[in-house]
């Protein structure tokens, strides 16, 4: 469930002109972005139903070996969505960057992956799951209703800072 590091470039060059910056120092590391995404209270996930109609939720994301996590019911529009076309894109801002994240987004499975998700989710937002048969459960609502988890992996990013001026484009490695 790793995500490697990215190399980051510029996404504004000298041909874009003014107003943008084209100063390689202004490039933004990417554990700037996993600090965005780890202090996030949610994120927005992005989709497309089957009919080609976009969908947006907010989430809630934890990070498990520097990978977003989300998790969804598994008959909400974007867990469907995600059924049929795993490409989506999480956006969420802080106080000094504004993240696009351009993924493929798989569901979790296997007992270890699925306890190490849930241990991020009780750390970060004190929300407990439960794993039963390789189900994600949530005992302290009425019905214990399922939930499935989905790991975000990111295919690119893009990372403005709020000058409006600075932007940060990040290529991850597809193995």
């Known amino acids: 469930m790793t995500v490697d590091t990215p190399v980051a470039e510029l996404l504004f060059q000298q041909e874009d002109a003014t107003p943008f910056n084209t100063d390689a120092a ?25 009919d080609g109609r976009p969908h947006a939720a907010p989430v809630m994301v934890v990070l498990v070996d520097g990978a977003p996590c989300i998790a969804s019911r598994p008959h909400s529009r974007k867990s469907r969505n995600l059924a049929g076309n795993p490409r989506a894109v999480i956006t969420v ?67 403005y800072g709020t000058d409006g001026l600075t932007a940060t484009r990040w290529r991850f490695n597809r193995t």
């Open 93 to 159: 801002s802080s106080e000094d960057l504004d993240l696009v994240v351009s993924a493929e987004v798989h569901q979790v499975s296997g007992g270890t992956a699925l306890r190490r998700v849930a241990a991020a989710f009780v750390t970060k937002y004190g929300w407990t799951f439960d794993i039963r048969d390789g189900r994600v459960h949530d005992e302290s609502l009425p019905g214990s209703p399922e939930y499935a988890f989905h790991q975000v992996s990111p295919v690119r990013a893009f990372g």
């Open 26 to 50: 202004t490039l933004k590391p990417w554990s700037q972005a996993l600090a965005c995404l780890r202090s996030a209270h949610k994120c927005w996930l992005s989709t497309v139903g089957p």
